[in-house]
């Protein structure tokens, strides 16, 4: 997975400033008072100050990771590359550990025991058929269902 900061905006300071803005208050400078305010509106679920100062990300990752994102955003804004418009060869996630299911669970989470498991031919199977329904003429909106989620995407 790459990670890369792409802009910047706001601060602190613009968080403490909006949360007190319904008291006529405005601060120059953050002291500690203000990281107990932060603190608190986060713990409390006041996300609306949160809302003022901004990150920007370019992320690179599989594509079950990104939508693990997708689920828990709050706040984020997505754009992401498109298979209809971008022909770069596809790319794959592949681990080389494999941690098992914990036995007395059916729930989420996994073991700490790991075991070997080849995915390789699995891939090439799916890359092969992908560009094959290209090579057919096949929209590649529609092409690309058969892809693994263990490819990567970017946004």
Known sequence: MDIELIDKLGTDLSVVNAARVSFAKRKDVLDEKDDKL???????????????????????????????LVKHQVGLSWNEVSRRYVSDKPEF??????????EKSIKQGS????????????IDTCKG???????????????????????????
């Open 129 to 155: 058929t992908y560009n094959y329904m290209l090579e057919e003429g096949i929209a590649p909106e529609m092409a690309r269902m058969v892809l693994p989620q263990c490819m990567m995407t970017e946004w």
């Open 38 to 68: 932060i603190k608190y509106l986060a713990l409390h679920g006041h996300w609306s100050p949160f809302a003022h100062a901004f990150l920007s990300f370019r992320i690179k990752a599989p594509i079950f990771v990104a939508r693990q």
């Open 93 to 102: 996630y592949i681990p080389f550990m494999w941690r098992k299911k914990p």
């Open 111 to 122: 073991s700490d025991e790991e075991i070997e498991f080849d995915i390789t031919e699995l």
